[in-house]
């Protein structure tokens, strides 16, 4: 089983914000394909669905328990499902990235992201996880508020291509695995100067 887990947090006055670019990309794999969220296994506070991608069954995420506490239940969840690490995908948002672009790893470090410090200490480093740029902002502006704001109104476009894209990727991941994935969303969008 493939496990894509989108980072974000709960409730509406997140909806639509920065911080919220994992589950906004999982919510678009599940539309997709017509999957409606459902409640997690017992004691475990996130929504999931489970689909087959050909022979494979994958189960989305999208953990409930705000961001700095993920790693809980992407663990739970791994082994509720013994879903080896190897099969694991975390989609986040990344500041560090300019807005739309994608970059695709197999392990590594939180680079400073609360969300993914969370899962390593919980399961390790060689996860792969997908990050979607969403810019730093004004350097004046604190970088907190920055990713807890929603999009821009003129940003609509580039966050729904960027969406479509993450979503294509994670897609990839499932059925051909994370190093088709980094050879072909690595290096820009090229229906951009990106």
Known sequence: MKL???LGNPGRDYRKTRHNAGFMVVDEVARRHQLTWAPGPAQVAESFVVKRFGERPVLLAKPL????????????????????????????????????????????????HNGLKSIIEHVGSEFSRLRIGVGRGDDRRD?????????????????????????????????AGIAAVMNGFNGGDPATTE
């Open 65 to 112: 328990t705000y961001m700095n506490r993920s790693g809980d239940v992407v663990a739970g969840l791994a082994r509720y499902f013994d879903v080896p690490v190897s099969d694991l995908l975390v989609v986040v948002d990344e500041a560090a990235l300019p807005f739309g672009r994608l970059r695709v790893r197999r392990g590594g470090s939180a680079g400073g």
């Open 4 to 6: 894509v887990v989108g």
């Open 143 to 175: 970088l907190a508020d920055h990713v807890l704001a929603r999009f821009d109104k003129d940003e609509a476009a580039e966050v729904d291509r960027m969406t479509q894209r993450a979503a294509d990727a994670a897609e990839m991941f499932i059925t």
